[in-house]
């Protein structure tokens, strides 16, 4: 029977951006697993995988609905965002192995009310940016099931510590006129970490109905205990009352998860894949507090791929394509409804599609 080609672990953990893709600051992609890494757990063996990871964000949201008017008069926030991710994955025996994952990370952010404002024409659109280290991952993993007993599907557990080595306090410069530039704290969304110490739970699955067909799911969730960073949003500036009243003066460490199930299909080397995505950052955590300045929110994506299987190495492209987005109310948000009676509800930014590229090597 023809392995099933895609590689585990090929979406591991980026740093916390992953992001919703945008300015809902969903920083990871989760695992992904298949019959073929659940064949090597009788053996000792190492894997490298080398993931890109792009996204341009430019459309904004109220809840479900679409903010047209902010492209059309050129107010909208753009978010370019790459990511090289690179996990090396020991593979032991009796069903075990450990993950390392090292995210290096690119951020561009264009807009115009950070700087010059709204209402000051094109020339008051400037860029902040961030480039660095993000946070990193060391996970560990266990098929759950006698492979050589199930040989058409098993289960994988994983769990994992993210540590706060991702920059959180990056600084550039915020343009306020022909004259005047202030360094300040760059928008979360582009912040190179959350500042937390966190905690990454997963559950990877797989069945092959034959040789051909074949069926997936992952599920992910980041625990992050600690409710903010002490990070202003003010970009240099002083924050608002309205602010410090709510709790937004600072940012916040959110959790975030993660949901994938579809079905693949493999001819010789080639493996094609279809399925749905679903990232999200809550508006409240499981453990701690939800204070601080979030953008809350998720979407859903379909997620087609295309894998290549080599001797040794993996080549793949997956695409998921955004079918719905919805940036929720934060806690702010609702605090701010109760205490005035009126309705509020920020917005965020998110992608059309995001590109993950990359390759695996076994050896």
């Known amino acids: 029977m023809k392995k099933t080609i895609v590689i585990s672990f090929l ?4 740093t916390y951006h992953a992001q919703s893709q945008g300015c809902v600051a969903i920083r990871s992609t989760g695992g992904f697993c298949t019959r073929d890494q659940a064949m090597e757990h009788g053996s000792n063996n190492w ?17 479900k609905e679409e903010q047209k008017h902010r492209t059309e008069q050129n107010t909208e926030v753009i978010n370019y965002s790459y990511t090289l991710d690179l996990v090396l994955t020991r593979i032991f025996k009796n069903g ?4 390392l994952d090292v995210p290096v990370i690119s951020n561009d952010r ?13 020339g008051a659109r400037h860029f902040t940016s961030s480039f660095g280290l993000g946070d990193i991952r060391i996970v560990g993993y266990k098929w759950l099931l006698d492979q050589t007993k199930m040989p058409k599907g098993n289960i994988q ?11 959180y306090r990056y600084q550039d410069y915020f343009v306020k006129n022909d004259s005047t530039k202030v360094l300040g704290y760059v928008d979360q969304s582009i912040q190179l970490g959350d500042g937390g110490t966190g905690f990454t739970t997963e559950l990877n699955a797989y069945y092959n109905f034959n040789s051909v067909i074949g069926a997936y799911t992952n599920l992910y969730y980041l625990i992050n205990p600690r409710e903010h960073n002490g990070v202003s949003t003010a970009r240099g500036g002083t924050p608002s009352a309205t602010a410090v009243q709510y709790g937004t003066a600072v940012m916040s460490v959110p959790d975030q998860w993660m949901i994938r199930a579809g079905v693949n299909a493999t001819w010789q080397n080639f493996t094609l894949s279809a399925g749905v995505r679903k990232e999200c950052q809550p508006a409240k955590d499981l453990i701690g507090g ?16 295309l894998n290549y299987q080599f001797k040794k190495a993996t ?8 079918v719905k987005r919805n940036r929720i109310q934060s806690v702010a948000d609702m605090l701010r409804t109760e205490a005035t009676g009126v309705h509020a509800q920020g917005d965020a930014a998110f992608a059309d599609y995001l590109v993950n590229i990359g390759c695996a090597f076994k050896f």
């Open 47 to 63: 894997m490298l995988s080398v993931n890109n990871r792009y996204f341009k964000s430019f459309r904004h949201f109220v809840g």
């Open 290 to 305: 939800s204070m601080g300045f979030r953008r809350p929110g998720y979407i859903v994506s379909i997620e087609p791929g």
């Open 96 to 99: 075990w192995s450990l993950a």
């Open 157 to 167: 557990v994983g769990l994992g510590l993210k540590l706060p080595t991702g920059d």
């Open 110 to 122: 264009s807009s115009l009310y950070e700087h010059g404002g709204n209402n000051g024409g094109k």
């Open 315 to 322: 080549i793949y492209a997956y695409v998921p394509f955004a």
């Open 11 to 14: 979406y591991l953990l980026l």
